[in-house]
């Protein structure tokens, strides 16, 4: 017992005060980092010129309808008549609007007319975000020709899991993690016709350069 | 005995470890969900990726590397010269490979053409690079650089005549023809002229000189080939758009083409990559490669990765009738030729002697072609 340090009230107290403050001052801390990091936080993201359009898009994401959606790049697209991404094979051929002639499975791509030109009609490819699963089929298909449909994360349904279920799915490494305040990504030569088209003053191509993730 | 009564509790749990391992082993290797996402969302272009061997009549004799990171467009000058464009020059290598020159050029070229044993400078290069043309001696003194009209031009490909220029601006959708000097003398393709002429869905707009004096344009978003008159007029049109092996395939197609020694048209498409030949008139003859051939998997088709967007094959040919294909891929030109190996099933046209009478063409074609052992001498 002689051996044991004893400890009166005042040292009590001030170990206490000691240990409160290294609390608070992690608490506080932790709560500024919490915040700087709610303030950058990073978002899911695919690298359009990564993606191989596998189709595990729609099947993993941990919601019901997948928060991956298809989108048109219009300054890429050729607004064919013969639209690849649009029709099977056999569609191709027939020009059936047919469900079955169709790539899509959920007809999510809309075919509007343009106009008529020298005999030639142009066509306009829309996406239906509510009927769109993310499957990729038409991505693939587009793919065969000018490549304008590709793949985005909606930041609007996303729900930003610590762990993506289709990053870890995805066999080509095309899920990044970008800043929330430029969450969507060009593909690469979609890039540079805007910044081509930039540079010639072109407000709406700078407006989406400014509001996307351009680093190459 | 004794020694499984002392250790039962110890065997019975490494017995269900040892089952619960292989269960889970064997639900993670089968991947349900992997299976079925491949199984739901696949194109199967089986169809399209199979080339009937009997359609093909050409073979690769021969692969010469090109020594520059990336190529764009090739041509044959006089003595059958390769000319590569590429990177920010024009490689010019003999017929059987040896590189003899490189040219620099200001801009990056994205087309180059060379003048033939008619023009008034036999063996000037023409090079579109940017929205100009730089135009070369044989032996790469630079003659001067023309503008063309719009600055947002995507200069495709240039064909040069005799006394001729004509140049494809993709971005346009015009064909350009100067005179000589590089002065502007006329447009194909004007929207004046009563709406456009030319549909280009992308940059790929290719043009040849042909017999007789009559300019090919491919028309990529109509899906055919045109003949024209120097002076616009067109004459001819044909090809018939789909995924059969005689028709082009997709929304925009040939990509490419040549015109062969006797005017037969070789021509190359993009997406399903094939190359076939056609009479100067659109009449299907022969497939030269198929995908497979031009080293492109069936697994790779409708892949969205540029790499596999870069499949995509400019092809020239010489005065022996050889195919010179430039693989952007593989950095090289691979040769083809005519096999010689008798083919059952193609159903070879016998040769009307009147056919070349009524039209000079394809008398020029089977007077070239007699010199050279092809299957055509057998009609």
């Known amino acids: 017992m002689n051996g044991e340090k004893q400890t009166d ?7 206490g005060a000691r240990v409160a403050g290294v609390v608070s001052a992690g608490v506080l801390g932790g709560f500024l980092a919490g915040r700087r990091g709610q303030a950058e936080e990073n978002r899911w993201q695919i690298d359009p010129d990564k993606c191989v359009g596998c ?25 064919c008549n013969r639209c690849t991404g649009y029709y099977t094979l056999d569609g191709l051929d027939s020009r059936d609007t047919a469900a079955e002639d169709l790539l899509c499975p959920t007809e999510a791509i809309i075919r509007t007319f343009v106009e008529g030109k020298a005999g030639q009609n142009f066509y306009e490819y829309t996406i239906d975000t509510d009927a769109c699963i993310g499957c990729a089929l038409c991505v693939k298909g587009c793919a ?50 805007m910044r081509q088209k930039a540079g010639k ?16 | 005995m004794r020694f499984l009564n002392e250790h039962r509790g110890m065997l019975v749990t490494a017995v269900i470890a040892i089952a619960v391992g292989i269960a889970s082993y064997a639900v993670v290797s089968s991947d349900p969900l992997a299976q079925r996402s491949r199984g739901s969302f696949t194109i199967d272009y089986s169809s399209v990726y199979e ?74 290069i023409y090079v579109g690079a940017g929205d100009r043309i730089e135009v070369f001696e044989p032996d790469g003194s630079r003659v001067g650089t023309w503008s063309v009209p719009d600055d947002n031009a995507i200069l495709a490909s240039i064909a040069v005549a005799a006394n001729d220029v004509f140049v494809a601006d993709a971005a346009n959708r015009v064909v350009l023809r100067f005179d ?58 044909w090809g018939e758009p789909g995924a059969a092996i005689d028709r082009f395939f997709g929304c925009c197609n040939p990509s490419y083409f040549a015109v062969l020694p006797g005017g037969e048209i070789v021509t190359s498409e993009k997406g399903i990559p094939r190359i076939k030949v056609y009479s100067e008139f659109g009449e299907f003859r022969s497939v030269v490669a198929g995908p497979s051939m031009l080293g492109v998997a069936q697994s790779e088709l409708g892949d969205p990765r540029a790499v596999q967007a870069e499949a995509v ?67």
């Open chain 2, 180 to 237: 000589l000097a590089g002065k502007l003398v006329s447009v194909i393709g004007k929207p004046d002229d009563g709406g456009r002429t030319f549909n280009v869905p992308n940059t790929y707009f290719d043009i040849a000189i042909g017999s007789e004096g009559r300019l090919h344009v491919a028309n990529p978003g109509a899906l055919r080939i045109e003949t024209y008159t120097f002076d616009g007029a067109m004459e001819v049109r």
């Open chain 1, 144 to 193: 065969l020709m000018n490549g304008s449909l590709y793949l985005q994360v909606m930041q609007d349904r996303c729900v930003n899991c610590n762990e993506c279920a289709i990053a870890v799915a995805c066999p080509s490494d095309a899920f990044v993690n970008v800043s929330s305040d430029k969450p969507y990504r060009l593909k690469r030569v979609a890039l540079g016709v």
């Open chain 1, 9 to 15: 009230r005042r040292g009590f107290l001030a170990d």
């Open chain 2, 51 to 124: 080339v009937d061997s009997d359609l093909i009549q050409f073979r690769q004799t021969e692969e010469i590397k090109v020594q520059m990171d990336e190529v764009r467009g090739i041509c044959v000058g006089p003595a059958d010269k390769l000319y590569i464009a590429g990177d920010q020059a024009v490689a010019v290598y003999s017929q059987d490979g040896v590189e003899l020159a490189t040219i620099r050029t200001d801009g990056e070229p994205s087309c180059v053409a060379i003048g033939n044993d008619q023009h008034v400078s036999p063996g000037r």
């Open chain 1, 55 to 79: 189709g595990n898009c729609a099947t993993h994401c941990v919601l019901d309808e997948s928060a991956v959606k298809c989108v048109q790049c219009f300054d890429m697209c050729g607004f």
């Open chain 2, 313 to 379: 094959f400019d092809v020239a040919t010489d005065s022996r009738g050889r195919i010179l294909v430039l693989d952007p891929r593989r950095k090289s030109v691979r040769v083809f030729e005519r096999s010689i190996v008798e083919k059952s099933g193609i159903g070879f046209q016998p040769v009307n002697p009147e056919m070349w009478d009524r039209l000079p063409a394809c008398r020029l074609a089977h007077d070239r072609l007699e010199a050279y052992p092809t299957v055509w001498d057998r009609g």
């Open chain 1, 201 to 216: 003053a072109d407000k709406a191509a700078q407006k989406l350069i400014d509001q996307v993730q351009a680093d190459e």
